[in-house]
Nanobody, 125 residues
Framework: QVQLVESGGGLVQPGDSLRLSCAASGLAFSSYNMAWFRQAPEKEREFVSAVAWGGITTLYSDSVKGRFTISRDNAKNTVYLRMNTLTPEDTAVYYC??????????????????WGQGTQVTVSS
């Protein structure tokens, strides 16, 4: 079965950096566009970033553009999210998600076929 397993979350201070990883198994990874979403307490799940199957085309939300970088390694079936200059507003559970590449890069959570279990990122002094 398909599994997406996130890792790399933790407690950091404002201004710090983190790199999240999402390891995929059970699917043809290079046939899927991958994305990161996040959900803060009592808030809706929101789109963060997406990368197309080939790793070239990317998409970012306005709130993270210029601070976060998404990338993927198809040889390792892994997608990454490098997060710089973190602020308390970035505190959330971060989820990776996969959508078949034929559907394009999507920002709506409903479009995604598979989800990971999430990893907690807490930014606090």
């Amino acid at each position: 079965q398909v599994q997406l397993v996130e890792s790399g979350g933790g407690l950091v201070q404002p201004g710090d950096s983190l790199r999240l990883s999402c390891a995929a198994s059970g699917l043809a990874f290079s046939s899927y566009n991958m994305a990161w979403f996040r959900q803060a307490p009592e808030k809706e799940r929101e789109f963060v970033s997406a990368v197309a199957w080939g790793g070239i085309t990317t998409l970012y939300s306005d709130s993270v553009k210029g601070r976060f970088t998404i990338s993927r390694d198809n040889a390792k079936n892994t997608v990454y999210l490098r997060m710089n200059t973190l602020t308390p507003e970035d505190t959330a559970v971060y989820y990776c998600a996969a959508v078949f590449r034929g559907r394009g890069l999507r920002i709506g959570a409903d479009a995604y076929d598979y989800w990971g279990q999430g990893t907690q990122v807490t930014v606090s002094s």
